[in-house]
């Protein structure tokens, strides 16, 4: 099927249809004071009952730091509210509130009326094809999207070593990604940033390495491990982060099998990092490694006072 095909032009030409008169180029939708991308939030959680940011991020196909503007201020105007989960008290769940049910209960009845109006200027029979046609038509546009996403990660590389531009780049995502989501200020981008410049005029050392996640030639991971830093011969695993475009898809998963496969080919005692009690995906992910939690006490060496954590994992020896 070509671009120039009848069939493709009128589907584009009814799609455009649909989003004008279901009010979609408006400002706000469904007889609310709030935008298309809020509306749909409201009826996802609606749907779910209860959902984290991390998974509407996954649902909606958004970036993370809108969605997190977003549901900031859904949790303002008291249409959610966000509490601890009871099976993990480090995972937040979204829920709707009494206002927002309420809420949700006149935009589905507003968009019943909608689809109720419309049907009724169709035959029965027209009515059970546009049922089963949008039906199919979602699922594969969802395909769609799922299929490119496949490809995105499967087309970012992982390179070890020094790469001209790696400091700035790195220090980037890490005082971008905490600034955002935990308000780290200047002090922890400048420990970052200080790290990084020690560490690669260390890099001709055989005990310390780096690998870098890139894609289309931009890095959009790393991680690293210092062996020197700690002594007693034991590796410390530093500067793991990923961009946000790439979380999710196993990248990260990628980045530690080279690091902790770096760590046993050298025979270290143990594998150390510190981190802090917050990052649950990360620590899922060390564990999955490994790593166990030997250490907790509140500090302050980023420039806020959290509580910290000390994972370590024991190397496994290759004969």
């Known amino acids: 099927m070509t671009a120039e095909s009848p069939l493709v032009e009128e589907i584009r030409a009814s799609s455009r249809l649909m989003v004008r008169e279901l009010g979609f180029m408006n400002r706000t939708l469904a ?5 298309p991308s809020m509306v749909h939030t409201l009826l996802e959680v609606e749907a779910r009952g209860a959902i984290t940011a ?3 991020v996954q649902l909606l196909g958004l970036e993370k730091s809108s969605v997190s503007r977003m549901l900031a201020k859904l949790v303002t105007v008291g249409e959610l509210e966000e509490n601890p989960s009871a099976e993990d008290a480090r995972v937040r769940l979204l829920r709707l509130t009494a206002q927002g049910r309420e809420t949700v209960r006149k935009i589905n009845h507003y968009s019943n009326a909608r689809v109720i109006a419309a049907l009724e200027k169709m035959e029965p029979s027209q009515q059970h094809v546009v049922s089963q046609g949008l039906r199919a038509y979602a699922s594969a546009l969802k395909a769609c ?8 990660q499967s087309s970012i590389n992982i390179v070890s070593g020094y790469h001209a531009g790696m400091i700035g780049r790195i220090t980037e995502m890490h005082g971008s990604y905490y600034a955002r989501e935990h308000h780290f200020g200047s002090f922890f981008e400048r ?7 020690d560490f690669a005029g260390r890099l001709d050392k055989a005990c310390n390495q780096i690998w870098l996640a890139v894609q289309s030639g931009r890095i959009v ?5 210092d062996g020197e830093d700690l002594g007693n011969n034991e590796a410390h695993l530093r500067w793991f982060i990923l961009d946000d475009g790439c979380r999710g898809g196993g990248v990260g998963r990628k980045l530690m099998a080279e690091a902790m496969t770096f760590c046993d080919e050298n025979a270290f005692s143990a594998v150390q990092l510190w981190t802090f009690n917050k990052l649950t995906a990360a620590r899922h992910l060390y564990e999955s490694f490994g790593f166990t939690l030997t250490k907790e006490w509140q500090g302050d060496q980023w420039g806020n006072t959290m509580m ?4 370590t994992r024991s190397v496994r020896r290759v004969s």
Do not use: P
Not at 145 to 152: C, F, I, P, V, W
Not at 191 to 197: C, E, I, Q, R, T
Not at 221 to 225: D, R
């Open 221 to 225: 991971g790393s991680v690293a491990i």
């Open 145 to 152: 999207r799922e299929h490119a996403s496949l490809n995105e």
């Open 31 to 35: 007889a609310t004071d709030y935008s």
């Open 191 to 197: 420990k970052v940033a200080v790290g990084l410049a």
């Open 308 to 311: 910290e954590q000390q994972f």
């Open 54 to 56: 991390a998974q509407l």
